[in-house]
């Protein structure tokens, strides 16, 4: 069959990805082809994804839009690889952010303002160029978050592109807690102002908590043929009241919405996959053992790394000068033993750093704590970058205590080298929809401390490739977790055997995206 996935993200262009969704729309379309599908994907082009040697621009589009007349171009990168044909649509609006910037820093009083109105026009685009045949005779339209969700509506209420309806629509759930809302009306960037003449059921796409506010993610899950969340635990979780009080998180205002998907039918949790490396048998034997980068070798890439984010901005960033400093320190005082590494890598944000943050008895943070029971006989090293308030946080720990180092950036190198280097990767997230740092990492043989919420659940067992912990509050979880590294802290030092079988365990373990797409076509794409 023939699937048109949509999105926003695709790390198959090199700068096409922020998060997650980019390695799934890189990764699940190969893997789809594999088992003979055939797949286009399309994104926005930003600015920078049209220009591409291998660009062929192929069409223009007349969209209507904001009451006038877009006019939208369509590329198509050559050359197309095993069954898979990528495409990118360019406006002005789509690098309003700068070139190559995916997604805009809107103020909190008008969150996702700038990207609402982007990525309703990305859908417009992609709407008319399937009704323009652009793409050829499509069987399946995959559209992904509430980026893309704007399609579902036109689908359903626009005569222009009724003919949509003879083409199954499935719909992703990357993060639901994140859905787009903007207002249906008043404002520039609102439901009416791209779609004034529109005539809608508000029942089926506007908020059920702001009854005059739109929400795409909403509407995306009430419209499709098929919802799916991207992993089996997650799509169980978000069917209950979110509380965040007590550190669930749940449907996010949706469960209703989620339920009746759920009783009709149409909702289907299926785990992201992840890519390995084709090993033989020798390289088996010895990828737990070997680690690419010793502790020394490790620190002077992250001094490199530093030095080139140092270079790339006018003033000296606080988090990089401390980083730096510990980095002299640790490279100076060479242990007698070799150093515990704990690792982290992802994007700052609450969702990750919550746990972190958590104040606990003696007054001090979790992380802190952490830190304290790791003593001298480790270092922490966590790589990323995001919200402003976090990285101020964990720079302000990194400023107080030797043994951590806040890289404050992202390097593809210095990521990889912490999951094959690290001894224990910790993801305390407070939810998780699937996640794909702790499969990279059990990918490297190094085990994963995380809390057993959503894909966690689904790719970690307990003591047996991984540790895990739960709690019903905020607070309940830190002390897990404290207690849970605590018993996984003795583990490392006192059971080297044991630790080892833990280790292969996590390397043994198998996420194939071939798995996935043969989910997908079963529970998505089949009639």
């Known amino acids: 069959m023939k699937i048109l996935m949509a999105a926003a993200e695709n790390d198959a262009f090199f700068g096409g990805k922020v998060g997650g969704i980019g390695d799934v729309v890189r990764d699940i379309p190969l893997a789809l082809a594999s088992i003979g599908q055939q797949v286009d994907v399309v994104?926005?082009?930003?600015?920078?994804?049209?220009?591409?040697?291998?660009?062929?621009?192929?069409?223009?589009?007349?969209?209507?839009?904001?009451?006038?007349?877009?006019?939208?171009?369509?590329?198509?990168?050559?050359?197309?690889?095993?069954?898979?044909?990528?495409?990118?649509?360019?406006?002005?609006?789509?690098?309003?952010?700068?070139?190559?910037?995916?997604?805009?820093?809107?103020?909190?009083?008008?969150?996702?303002?700038?990207?609402?109105?982007?990525?309703a026009l990305f859908s417009a685009s992609v709407a008319k160029?399937?009704?323009?045949?652009?793409?050829?005779?499509?069987?399946?339209?995959?559209?992904?978050?509430?980026?893309?969700?704007?399609?579902?509506?036109?689908r359903?209420?626009?005569?222009?592109?009724?003919?949509?309806?003879?083409?199954k629509t499935v719909y992703t759930i990357?993060?639901?807690?994140?859905?787009?809302?903007?207002?249906?009306?008043d404002d520039e960037s609102s439901l009416k102002a791209w779609f004034p003449s529109?005539?809608?059921?508000?029942?089926?796409?506007?908020?059920?908590?702001?009854?005059?506010?739109?929400?795409?993610?909403?509407?995306?899950?009430?419209?499709?043929d098929k919802v799916h969340a991207v992993s089996p635990t997650y799509a169980q979780e978000i069917l209950l009241p979110s509380n965040p009080e007590h550190g669930y998180i749940g449907g996010e205002g949706l469960e209703l919405d989620l339920r009746e998907a759920k009783e009709t039918g149409r909702l289907h949790g299926i785990l992201n996959g992840c890519e390995y490396p084709v090993m033989d048998s020798e390289d088996e034997s010895k990828a737990t053992k070997t680690k690419k980068l010793g502790v020394t070798k490790l620190l002077q890439l992250c001094e490199n790394e530093l030095l080139k984010w140092l270079a790339n901005k006018p003033l000296v960033?606080?988090?990089?000068?401390?980083?730096?400093t510990r980095i002299k320190q640790l490279t100076c005082d060479k242990p007698k033993k070799k150093p515990l590494i704990l690792t982290s890598v992802g994007r700052i944000t609450d969702q990750k750093v919550r746990l972190f943050q958590q104040t606990m008895v003696n007054g001090e943070s979790a992380l802190e704590n952490i830190l304290s029971m790791l003593g001298n006989k480790g270092i922490f090293i966590l790589l990323g970058s995001g919200d402003s308030a976090l990285e101020n946080f964990l720079t302000q720990i990194a400023a107080k205590r030797t043994n951590f180092i806040f890289l404050k950036g992202y390097s593809e190198a210095l990521s990889e080298n912490l999951y094959s280097t690290g001894d224990l990767f910790l993801m305390p997230s407070s939810f998780e929809p699937c996640g794909i740092s702790q499969m990279l990492a059990m990918r490297a043989g190094q085990p994963c401390l995380a809390h057993d919420v959503g894909g966690l659940s689904d790719t970690i067992i307990n003591n047996e490739n991984g540790f895990t912990f739960n709690g019903d509050t905020p607070n309940e979880q830190?002390?897990?977790?404290?207690?849970?590294?605590?018993?996984?802290l003795s583990l490392k030092l006192d059971n080297t055997k044991q630790w080892n079988i833990i280790a292969a365990n996590a390397f043994?373990?198998?996420?194939?995206?071939?798995?996935?797409?043969?989910?997908?076509v079963t529970y998505l794409y089949s009639a």
């Open 156 to 167: 359903a209420f626009d005569p222009e592109y009724q003919q949509l309806k003879s083409i």
């Open 317 to 324: 960033d606080s988090a990089h000068l401390i980083a730096t």
């Open 174 to 185: 990357h993060n639901l807690a994140l859905q787009g809302i903007r207002p249906i009306a």
């Open 478 to 488: 830190a002390i897990n977790l404290l207690n849970c590294f605590d018993k996984v």
């Open 129 to 154: 160029a399937i009704i323009n045949d652009v793409f050829g005779q499509i069987d399946v339209l995959h559209l992904h978050d509430w980026h893309t969700a704007m399609v579902s509506v036109l």
């Open 43 to 119: 994104i926005p082009g930003y600015g920078v994804f049209s220009k591409l040697p291998t660009a062929k621009h192929v069409t223009i589009l007349q969209v209507m839009f904001a009451g006038h007349y877009q006019t939208v171009e369509v590329f198509k990168i050559d050359p197309d690889i095993n069954n898979v044909t990528q495409w990118v649509i360019e406006h002005p609006l789509f690098s309003q952010g700068g070139q190559g910037k995916i997604y805009c820093d809107d103020p909190d009083n008008r969150p996702f303002a700038s990207d609402a109105t982007k990525f």
């Open 198 to 224: 529109l005539s809608f059921d508000p029942s089926k796409i506007n908020d059920p908590r702001y009854n005059h506010c739109y929400n795409p993610m909403r509407a995306a899950i009430k419209l499709s």
């Open 508 to 520: 043994k373990a198998r996420f194939l995206w071939e798995d996935v797409a043969h989910d997908y």
